[in-house]
C-alpha cells in the first residue's frame, strides 16, 4: 500500500481542519482505510469521509465543493497525479451513487446510439467519472468510447464502432458540468481511455463566525 492513514492524518489534518475553521463550516471528517464498493472502477487507499450539519453543501452541484476540497489538499499535500486516485473524498455515499448513475447514463447513450446512429456526447467531467462511462462500455462491440476535449472541457463520446470522430460542438460560455447527456457530436480527437483514468457553484457558509474544531 502505497499511502496509508498513520502516514495522510497528520498532513491532512494540517491543512484541511483549518480550512474548515477558517471557512465556519459545521463539518467533521475521519480519515481512514478505504473499502471500496467498486474496485473494477476505483480502489482509493484512504478515504476522508464527511459528517455534519453542512454536509449537504459539499455535495451539491455534483459534489462540487467535495470535489474542490478534494483537489486542493491534493495540491496542498503534493500527491502526484497519477496517485489521485487513491485517495478519495466522500460523504453521505455520493461516489457509490454517483457511479451508479454514470453507469446507468452509459447504457442509455449506448442504446440510443444504436438506434439511431446519432454521436452522444456526455457533459465534462472527471477522469475518474470518464472512466466509469469507459468501463460500462467496454464490451459493446458495435459502438466505442473516447475521451475528446482538453483540460476542463474533457468529456466522452460514444460513437458508432465504424463512424469516425465527429467533430465537437463549441464550448459553453458559462459553467458546463457533470455527467448528464447530451445529444452532440464532439470535437477534438481524444485517445480511449478505458483502461485508465483517473464543480454550479453551491452556497458558502455566509457570515456566521468561525466555528471550533469539530471531531475527526
Given amino acids: 500500500m502505497k499511502y496509508t492513514v498513520e502516514s495522510l492524518r497528520p498532513k491532512i489534518d494540517e491543512f484541511l481542519q483549518p480550512l474548515i475553521d477558517d471557512a465556519g463550516f459545521e463539518l467533521s ?45 491534493m495540491e496542498a499535500l503534493r500527491i502526484p497525479p497519477e496517485d489521485h486516485s487513491l485517495i478519495s473524498f466522500d460523504a453521505n455515499d455520493y461516489r457509490m451513487l454517483r457511479v451508479e448513475e454514470l453507469r446507468l447514463s452509459a447504457l442509455a447513450a449506448a442504446d440510443k446510439v444504436k438506434k439511431t ?29 473516447e475521451s475528446v476535449g482538453v483540460g476542463p472541457a474533457r468529456a466522452v463520446v460514444v460513437i458508432p464502432a465504424d463512424m469516425p470522430t465527429p467533430p465537437a460542438p463549441p464550448l459553453p460560455r458559462g ?33 456566521r463566525p468561525p466555528r471550533g474544531r469539530g471531531p475527526r
Fill in 29 to 73: 471528517y475521519e480519515v481512514r482505510t478505504s473499502e471500496s464498493r467498486h474496485p473494477e472502477v476505483e480502489n482509493p487507499e484512504v478515504t476522508v469521509l464527511f459528517a455534519g450539519p453542512d454536509v449537504d453543501l459539499l455535495l451539491e452541484n455534483r459534489a462540487e465543493l467535495l470535489l474542490a476540497l478534494e483537489h486542493l489538499t
Fill in 117 to 145: 446512429r446519432v454521436p452522444f456526447h456526455f457533459n465534462p467531467m472527471s477522469s475518474r467519472e470518464r472512466r466509469v462511462i469507459h468501463l460500462a462500455l467496454r464490451d459493446e462491440k458495435d459502438l466505442r468510447s
Fill in 175 to 207: 459553467p458546463h458540468r457533470g455527467g448528464r447527456p447530451q445529444g452532440h457530436g464532439n470535437g477534438r480527437t481524444g485517445r480511449h481511455e478505458g483502461r485508465r483514468e483517473g464543480h454550479g457553484r453551491g452556497p458558502g457558509p455566509g457570515n
